[in-house]
């Protein structure tokens, strides 16, 4: 039998401060139980607080009962005959939300995952001789679609449009078609894409843009995403949003022309080899939605309670995202378990997640989050840093 030396990787991981665990977790909007406490989590995605809605939760399971046409799981892929009409009737609603918010016909395509749809769209679409430009920090999904790609890839510096500008200027004669690819609101520095000068950089060189809105669904645009309120969503050939984040569901789904769909339908392999979603699932997604929709005011809230903490600890927040950065991964650890002590989980990132000497700990903040938690763990946490940890 081969023996493989993991336990001295693993040892490595350990002393490089790189070492991850998986823990037991029961989470209902802001609060999390872990071995038997409850704290105050700054963890999760659940921006709009929706986990914890138990009303709504009823309240679906209420119409359920009425529908005797409703399935907890599928078995198979949806090709293969498990397409349930939950699928067609999301995607049908969410394409009528887009397709009227920028008066362009729009279609949608519901995904297992953010992975998949990231990983898997991009091979789909961009063959070999085209060219695939993405922002440097995008998500590790989009970077796994550029290894699987049979078309050329780089990466441009971060956010860095005017680099972007010069690639294609100097290269874009060298290619048939050209994918931007990038994030709206990027997952670890909570900092936002310049949607009208990627449109401006689309335009100039005939590329088609890619838009991962994981992180912004359900937060801007009332509930649409970042392009959707840049006004300029009709000018995005695809917007990739995931459903377990703001709107707490699983999957995630692409919102493109009915071109792109049927492309994506056709060759798009995390599509096509994947059993499909539970369609009870998909349900309640599209019930989600649609209260999301009209959600202003734990927007407003959120954007409120954001702001506050940036305010508070002097840290760059942009968004519901707000990094703090303390440079060493053993430092990030130690920090994050005298807050876990203080009774808030504000995890570490560090490598490979974030580039090396950048490990921080990541607020990730909620509508269900009161400002006096808020202030309460910007509190602790200025307390800790002016005590030197």
Known sequence: MTMFDFEKT?????????????????????????????????????YLGISGRTDWQREFLFRLADSPQYQMGSLSSRLLGCNSSAFADFEDFAANCYSRQCSAEKKCLLFNCGY?????????????????????????????????????????PHNDFDRLDEILRRRRGEFGNVFIATEAVFSMDGDLCDIPRLVEIGKKYGAFLYVDEAHSFGLYGGGLGLCAQSGLLGEIDLVMCTLGKAAASEGAFAVCSPETREMLVNKCRTFI????????????????????????????????????????????GMSQIVPVVVGDENRAVKLAEHM??????????????????????????????????????????????????
């Open 273 to 316: 080899f994947s059993t499909a979603l539970s369609p009870i699932g998909a349900r309640w997604s599209k019930f989600v939605f649609e209260k999301i929709l009209s959600m202003d005011a734990e927007r407003e809230h959120l954007r409120n309670i954001s702001r506050l903490f940036a305010e508070k600890t002097g840290a760059a």
């Open 340 to 389: 876990r002590e203080a009774g808030f989980i504000s995890p570490a990132i560090r490598p490979p997640t974030v580039p090396k000497n950048s490990s921080r700990l990541r607020f990730s903040f909620s509508a269900a989050h009161t400002a006096g938690e808020v202030l309460a763990a910007a509190q602790t946490l200025e307390n800790a840093l002016k005590g030197g940890l």
């Open 116 to 156: 998949h749809a990231n990983s898997g769209i991009i091979p789909a679409l961009a063959r070999k001789g085209d060219l695939v430009v993405a922002d440097k920090l995008s998500h590790a999904s989009l970077i796994d679609a550029l290894r699987l790609t049979e078309a050329q890839w780089l990466r441009f």
């Open 10 to 46: 693993l040892q490595t991981f350990k002393d490089g401060g790189a070492y991850r665990t998986v823990c037991r977790a029961d989470v209902s909007g802001s609060r999390i139980t872990l071995d038997g406490r409850n704290y105050t989590s700054f963890a999760g995605n659940d």
